[in-house]
Nanobody, 121 residues
């Protein structure tokens, strides 16, 4: 059984910060790369950030320098610290896991239910 549960979404003003968390359960997924995707209204789901079990990180160009992904293997959690948020980044943010960190492919194996992030102007 694999389960990913996101938390931390909410309403934030433009330029503000928000931290998302994802708790993973399942022995297999604990060793998998983890990532965050988002899907805004009328948009396709896009890769935001990813991290391997050893802590190697990857970011979409649009969030590089503003977002930070981290992983706590002991707690089976992955976090996404989002700073300087923009209104266009309003979206449902999803935690995901896959045997391979596929930056350009949104078809990852395991997904959370998503958490809403709304950035007001």
């Amino acid at each position: 059984q694999v389960q990913l549960v996101e938390s931390g979404g909410g309403l934030v003003q433009a330029g503000g910060s928000l931290r998302l968390s994802c708790t993973a359960s399942g022995r297999t997924v604990n060793d998998y790369p983890m990532g965050w995707f988002r899907q805004g209204p009328g948009k396709e789901r896009e890769f935001v950030a990813g991290i391997t079990w050893s802590g190697e990180t990857y970011y979409a160009d649009s969030v590089k320098g503003r977002f930070t992904i981290s992983r706590d293997n002991a707690k089976n959690t992955v976090n996404l610290q989002m700073n300087s948020l923009k209104p266009e980044e309003t979206a449902v943010y999803y935690c995901a896991s896959d045997p391979f960190l596929k930056i350009s492919d949104p078809r990852w194996d395991y997904w959370g239910q998503g958490t809403q992030v709304t950035v007001s102007s």
